[in-house]
């Protein structure tokens, strides 16, 4: 499936974001999509995963303060972000996981003002 992020910005700290992944196909039957992100000279980073049955993965960084969901209608994957700090400056992508993550859409960025 072709990926398209969307929902970046500039945000004071403290704020929210939503980031919306929209699939050009059918996600339902996809074991994992997730949310990447990777700060400037940085390795790219997992933010937070989702299986087909909506169970929920979060890395260290954002836990707590991050949630992700899946609407398997709109074929649309959310990352809710709030108390955003400026350390979650980055480009954030979406991928899907067929066994390694792949499908990389062109990523959103978000930047966080302190």
């Known amino acids: 499936v072709q990926l398209q992020a969307s929902g970046g910005g500039l945000v004071q700290a403290g704020g929210s974001l939503r980031l919306s992944c929209a699939a050009s196909?059918?996600?339902?039957?996809?074991?994992?999509m997730g949310w990447h992100r990777q700060a400037p000279g940085k390795q790219r980073e997992l933010v937070a995963t989702?299986?087909?049955?909506?169970?929920?993965y979060y890395g260290d960084s954002v836990k707590g303060r991050c949630t992700i969901s899946r609407d398997n209608v709109k074929n649309t994957v959310y990352l809710q972000m709030n108390s955003l700090k400026p350390e979650d400056t980055a480009v954030y992508y979406c991928?899907?996981?067929?066994?390694?993550?792949?499908?990389w859409g062109q990523g959103t960025l978000v930047t966080v003002s302190s």
């Open positions: 196909g059918s996600i339902s039957n996809i074991p994992a």
């Open positions: 991928a899907v996981y067929r066994g390694s993550w792949s499908d």
């Open positions: 989702i299986s087909s049955g909506g169970f929920p």
